[in-house]
Nanobody, 114 residues
Framework: QVQLVESGGGLVQPGGSLKLSCTPS????????MGWYRQAPGSQREMVAR??????TKYSDSVKGRFTISRDDKNTLYLQMNSLKPEDTAVYYC?????????WGQGTQVTVSS
């Protein structure tokens, strides 16, 4: 079992930056790939960025060049978000794969508004 806790969300003006963190607990060394997803009101959850155990990264077209995903050797996951836009407003969820099973955090709200 893996538990995930996100932090770092908040209110930011357009053009601003935020850095999200996702801290795992439990069987953290069983974690393989990890990722960030988001869900805006009335919309489906969508992939924002993913990072493999080998540190290969993948981004959605909407955030490419603005967001950077990373992870450390204890599998704490980060998302550096720059040049934020109002359409980035959503609840952001951390995801981790362990032994073929997906685990999710509770989410952290990011609001981009002036």
């Amino acid at each position: 079992q893996v538990q995930l806790v996100e932090s770092g969300g908040g209110l930011v003006q357009p053009g601003g930056s935020l850095k999200l963190s996702c801290t795992p607990s439990g069987n953290i060394f069983s974690i393989n790939d990890m990722g960030w997803y988001r869900q805006a009101p009335g919309s489906q959850r969508e992939m924002v960025a993913r990072i493999s155990h080998g540190r290969s990264t993948k981004y959605s077209d909407s955030v490419k060049g603005r967001f950077t995903i990373s992870r450390d050797d204890k599998n704490t996951l980060y998302l550096q978000m720059n040049s934020l836009k109002p359409e980035d407003t959503a609840v952001y969820y951390c995801n981790a794969d362990s032994f073929g099973l997906p685990f999710w955090g509770q989410g952290t709200q990011v609001t981009v508004s002036s």
